[in-house]
């Protein structure tokens, strides 16, 4: 079945430093695949979205890059800030047919020290 | 922008007691989505709805059903709340189009039930 597994946290980095969460996940065919964020007591909300092989998301300093051999999507940013402290989640879209349902990992907490 | 509300921020209720969380989304989005949000567990699918009048159990549907009546509005129903449904509540929507399916939350309902 369709599953996604990233790093458990938490990740406790300082400013500046640079930052990967790993994502790697298990769909057959072509899924799509993203990462949201979740700042204090709000919603989800997309930082990024690839939709094929190869592809490269990137968002406010982050980027991810859809790589098919190794089944990973991990997360980076160059130069983390004090405002990214979040949980960062990693999700699939399995694309299959209408009934299937975005699969998400169980977030990584993210913890930034000035 | 695309805007899902949801009817409280924070809600406490008493054992025993019937639940409403409602959730409205201003996009025409065809298809809404209700998750619980606990520590160590991540996003888990409660029910979700493609159509109006139309719904499907997700992952943990035990202890809850839900409403569409209308096609912006998907509400959730605790028939008779328990001590171990506290949890954060997350409402979500989806366009339904061809292609990959990017969902939008709301801001979450912190639900305590005493």
């Known amino acids: 079945g369709n599953s996604v597994t990233q790093m458990e946290g938490p990740v406790t980095l300082s400013e500046e430093a640079f930052l990967t969460i790993n994502c790697t996940y298990t769909a057959t065919g072509y899924p799509s695949l993203f990462w949201y964020v979740q700042y204090p007591g709000e919603g989800l909300q997309l930082l990024l979205k690839?939709?094929?092989?190869?592809d490269k998301g990137s968002n406010k300093g982050f980027e991810a890059t859809y790589r098919k051999e190794t089944t990973s999507f991990h997360l980076e940013k160059g130069s983390v800030q004090v405002s990214d402290s979040a949980v960062y989640f990693c999700?699939?879209?399995?694309?299959?047919?209408?009934?299937?349902?975005?699969?998400f990992g169980k977030g990584t907490r993210l913890h930034i020290l000035p | 922008d695309v805007k899902v509300t949801q009817s409280s921020r924070y809600l406490v209720k008493r054992t025993g007691e019937k639940v409403f969380l409602e959730c409205v989304q201003d996009?025409?989005?065809?298809?809404m989505f209700w998750y619980r949000q606990d520590p160590g567990l991540g996003l888990r699918l409660i029910y979700f709805?493609?159509?109006?009048?139309?719904?499907e159990k997700g992952d943990i549907p035990e202890g809850y059903s839900v409403s569409r009546e209308k096609k912006e509005r998907f509400s959730l129903i605790l028939e008779s709340a328990s001590t171990n449904q506290t949890s954060m509540y997350l409402c979500a929507s989806s366009p339904g189009t061809e292609g990959y399916n990017e969902q939008f939350f709301g801001p979450g309902t912190r639900l305590t039930v005493l």
């Open positions: 996009m025409d989005h065809e298809n």
């Open positions: 709805s493609y159509d109006v009048k139309m719904k």
């Open positions: 690839a939709t094929k092989a190869d």
């Open positions: 999700a699939l879209d399995p694309f299959m047919n209408r009934d299937d349902k975005i699969i």
